[in-house]
């Protein structure tokens, strides 16, 4: 049977917990700062071999005020951008075999 590690807090102090959440709210590379930063999400989308639909991204997402299309709060960008990357590629699949140079026979 395996072992859980427990994830434990440090104790700090009041002054550097705050001066720590400033720091993240700069940039965590997680994903959670909201909005992101551009530079940072066109990296992203370039490791995912997607770097034209970045400013899409950007830009409709901005749009829209960094919400859903229900209208809640989208909490950590990168999950968002992974969802919107996925449904790309799923639709550039679609198209592909519903053209005539689609053959099941290679």
Known sequence: MKRKAKRTVPKLSKEVRESSKNLRSVHDGMG????????????????????ELAEKFYYEHDNRGWKTLTGGMIYNWKVCAAEWIYNYRQEVKRRWRQSPFYSESF
């Open 32 to 51: 959670t700062t909201m909005p992101p930063d551009r530079d940072v999400l066109l990296i992203y989308f370039d490791q995912k071999g997607e770097g």
